[in-house]
């Protein structure tokens, strides 16, 4: 029985992670009593005497709890900033191609960040089959709710006085400096960042990501990208399908609860829809590194997990 240790379990991806991880008979969590999660000295004896290690931390702090590791056969799943980019850890996104085997093969897993995950999973493939070019200039705007935000927005935004500006959606990231871009750049093997638009409302749990492309912006034509998503995208993490609603909308929150993703494409010959749609808490988070661990057990990348049809 594999023993794995969550360093931040308080946090809400951490949360989310021991309750998916509370039923499994294939592990066993190793826990610290609230007076000890602090404390650097239980913290780095646990860090060691695990197999796995889930690091559910900013990212300053997880910078430090890697440098607590001394046993050489721990592993790690980071899920903060800091090791995105750092070419000594594998990216935790295993749809993309070569990744699963990489991670599959690595004591250092950096786990994707939410809206990274989406924007990755429709770009990444287009540019690696030349379908867009990597000097091609994007724009991404992604809407999510509440709890990707944490503990404090959670607090924030269920607030019985909270102000009445938190009813409507609310666009950050002003400045364009995303703490997710750069991975969004690396992994797409962009030669530029995109323009990205985040967007928070009033829901808790959901996330749409979009990318428009002018047909001028594309090698080919809209089916043949949807034709490359088919092929590449129909496992039951990640799948391609057109899941618009009779109405021909599409809900951000329609896939809460899940740990699947669903990649689609809208529009015409012209102006194209790339859309990705996924629970911010779920492939976008915690149930991406649930992935992660399954795929460094040799397991069922799907144990644990809960996927629509």
Same mark, same amino acid.
């Given at each position: ?57 900013? #990212? ?12 050489? &056969?721990?592993?790690?799943? /980071? ?19 070569? @990744?699963?085997?990489?991670? @599959? ?23 690696? &089959? ?32 909270? $102000?009445?500006?938190? /009813? ?25 960042? $995109? ?6 409302? /009033? ?30 995208? &129909? ?23 899940? #740990? ?9 010959? /012209? ?7 996924? #629970? ?30």
């Amino acid at each position: 029985m594999k023993k794995i240790f969550i360093d931040g379990s308080a946090g809400t991806t951490g949360l989310k992670i021991v309750e998916r991880l509370s039923n499994r008979k294939d592990i066993e969590l190793i826990t610290l009593s609230e007076d000890l999660r602090k404390d650097i000295n239980a913290r780095k004896d646990a860090l060691n005497s695990c197999d796995i290690s889930f690091l559910c931390l900013p #990212d300053q702090a997880a910078i430090e709890a890697v440098s607590l590791i001394e046993n050489p &056969n721990a592993k790690v799943i /980071d899920t903060s900033t800091a090791h995105r980019v750092n070419s000594e850890w594998a990216y935790g996104f295993p749809e993309l191609s070569g @990744k699963r085997e990489i991670i @599959k093969n690595s004591s250092r897993i950096a786990n994707p960040g939410c809206h990274a995950s989406g924007f990755i999973a429709l770009i990444a493939p287009l540019v690696e &089959n030349k379908v867009i070019s990597e000097d091609v200039l994007l724009t991404s705007f992604s809407i999510t709710g509440y709890t990707g935000g944490g503990k404090k927005m959670i607090a924030e935004y269920e607030s019985a006085d909270r $102000p009445s500006l938190f /009813d409507a959606p609310r666009q950050y990231a002003l400045t364009q400096k995303h703490k997710h871009l750069p991975e969004m750049t690396a992994l797409c093997k962009l030669k530029n960042q $995109p323009i990205f638009c985040p967007i928070v409302s /009033d829901y808790d749990r959901g996330m749409e990501v979009t990318v428009p492309l002018f047909k001028q912006d594309i090698n080919g034509s809209v089916e043949d990208i949807k034709n490359l998503y088919n092929s590449l995208y &129909n496992g039951k993490i990640v799948k391609y399908k057109e899941s618009a609603d009779e109405s021909g909308l599409l809900s951000a929150s329609s896939m809460r609860g899940r #740990d699947d993703m669903e990649i689609s494409v809208f529009g015409n010959e /012209d102006r194209i829809l790339l859309v990705s749609r996924f #629970d911010n808490l779920g492939k976008g988070a915690s149930g991406s590194a649930i992935q992660n661990m399954n795929i460094l057990l040799g397991v069922d990348e799907t144990t644990g997990l809960n996927l629509g049809e």
